[in-house]
């Protein structure tokens, strides 16, 4: 679909659930969004730097089904669900917090803390039960504060229903944080059109953004009831007040911006949102899912230990093997690129993967899954 525009190490590449190809223009964008002022503009360059904020808020949001204004840039995911958890108001009766069993570890460390705070954590099971709304019924009880949903599970694959456990969840007053971190990029998420009150991402994998250029989506109205502990002058109404005896919270996502932002990562992130927005990401999506048609029909179902669910499922496909040792083995000969979960062979496509990267893939599986 798009292979020019990225460098692909090896010769077929399927590490996008873990780090997204790097763009081609990301050191340009790198040069011309922060460094390049930094050397040439001295005392102005605090305008430019700014822009290339504004530049990734509104590159990022037209892929997440956001407005500019509705997107907070942060360091990384865990930092962004910290800063939503500790704003929590305290409402009465409202003591628990409902995630999965399959959430990505750093979700539950940072949720963990919530018990500081007098919360109950409540897993649900994970699996392919997920993908059905009923099973979600728990994290719509009057006791509930917050339901956390990943829109694809990192090991499953699983889909989640987010349009719907939005919906519940703003229908019994829970506020709703999704984890699009797998998704971003590859898969549509509509944000707005769901009714989230927050969400968390990475430009690291899907995106294809690097390190450092993670984000909170806040709804305007959710976060108006909430009051981020992490303050700093950038959450500030009026940042260049400068009066150190008043704070007035800004309005919306800008409330959990805290410090001064890094804007390096920023600027670099931004290589990858035209590329992006040119293909649209419904098409990425369908392309994507076409090629893992391509992947499921050419080896047995029963080796893929992710969902195979069309429709149901994300980016990425597990497969067991029956020694992983020796399939790495044979794999890195033949330059593909893929980790490891489980003991099984981790792989996800992307824009720049092609048939042909799918069929040195099997061809090198067919020896190794599990009879």
Known sequence: MDRSRFHLPGRHYFLSHSVGAQPK?????????FAEPWRNDGFEVWTPWFDSIERFKTGLASLVGARPSEICPQGNVSSGIS????????????????LTEDDFPTVGFALAQARRIGYELVFLPGGERLADPDAWAPAFSDDVQMVVATQVYSNTSVLAPC???????????????????QAAGAVPVRLREWGADFAVGTSLKFLCGGTGA??????????????????????????????IHHFEYAPGAARYAGGTASVAPLAGA????????????????????????????????????????KGARGSAALIAVADYEAAARDLKDAGVGHDTRK???????????????IDTLVSVLKQHVKP
């Open 163 to 181: 349009a719907e456990i939005c919906r519940r969840a703003r229908e019994r007053g829970v506020f709703s944080l999704l984890d699009v971190a």
């Open 214 to 243: 993670a984000w909170l989506f806040a709804d305007e109205d959710a976060a108006g009831r909430c009051a981020p502990m992490d303050a700093g002058w950038f959450s500030h109404a009026d940042p260049f007040e400068f009066d």
């Open 25 to 33: 223009g990301w050191r340009t964008a790198l040069d011309q969004g």
């Open 83 to 98: 800063k939503v958890l500790f704003s929590l108001p305290e409402r009465a009766r409202r003591t628990k917090i409902v």
């Open 343 to 357: 003991g099984a062979v981790r792989v996800s496509l992307h824009l720049y993967n092609e048939e042909a990267d």
């Open 270 to 309: 931004c290589a990858a949102h035209e590329i992006l927005a040119a293909r649209g990401v419904d098409n990425i999506y369908a392309y994507n899912q076409a090629l893992l048609d391509q992947l499921f029909d050419a080896l047995p179902r029963e080796a893929f230990l992710s969902t195979t669910v």
